[in-house]
């Protein structure tokens, strides 16, 4: 074998790191950015600033899936988008719900309920790194989906008789949010606890 010819069964040398201007972490500056014209769109509380703010929470919500699948497909994670991307997630919703309920169409004790397992979850999160990853589950994209969709039948100038339909929604958010939360707890209680037993 010629000398520094890798044999045939030498692993490929790994890709270079991402480089933190890549389009996946600009999608999620963007949805950042929107946050606030989306809030502002929101309170002008009229037909067309409604239609407007509903366009920027859709556009928002879809540069979610695209930064994620760019960022696998095309190697295209880092550091920054790790922690940017839950970031803008919860900016996005979150705003949106408090501005919900300022306008009184949101019940406050909903808006505290999901807040606090979003941010209480998020915190968990960086508490257990130190005994391993909790991952995202099915039920965990089940809430981000249903969260999506009843705010964005909220925002929506609905007539009164289709209202039925995003309380329906919003009530299985928070059902969902709910649930994964406390299952993300005992998945939390059992990673530290398997670590610490070893």
């Not at 809030?39 to 540069?63: C, E, I, Y």
């Not at 005992?186 to 610490?196: I, N, Y």
């Amino acid at each position: 074998m010629t000398a520094g010819v890798p044999g045939p069964l030498a692993e490929p040398p790994p890709p270079p790191p991402a480089s933190l201007y890549n389009v996946a972490n600009l999608l999620t500056l963007l949805r950042i950015l929107l946050v606030p014209l989306f809030v502002w769109m929101l309170l002008k509380d009229a037909t067309a600033w409604r239609l407007g703010a509903f366009a920027v929470f859709a556009a928002a919500s879809v540069t979610d899936k695209i930064d994620g699948d760019l960022a696998r497909k095309h190697n295209l994670v880092t550091d920054f988008g790790k922690i940017a991307d839950p970031i803008a997630d919860k900016a996005l919703t979150g705003a949106a719900l408090v501005t919900l309920s300022v306008l009184g169409e949101v019940w406050w004790w909903v808006t505290i309920a999901i807040l606090v397992r979003e941010i209480g979850i998020t915190l968990l999160r960086f508490v257990v790194i130190r005994y391993g990853v909790i991952p995202a589950s099915k039920g965990g994209k089940l809430k981000t989906t249903l969260q999506i969709l009843a705010i964005g039948l909220y925002v929506l100038p609905l007539p009164g008789f289709v209202q039925p339909v995003a309380w329906a929604a919003m009530a299985a958010a928070l059902l969902v949010t709910v649930v994964t939360g406390v299952d993300y707890l005992f998945q939390a209680w059992r990673l530290r606890t398997s670590s610490t037993a070893r």
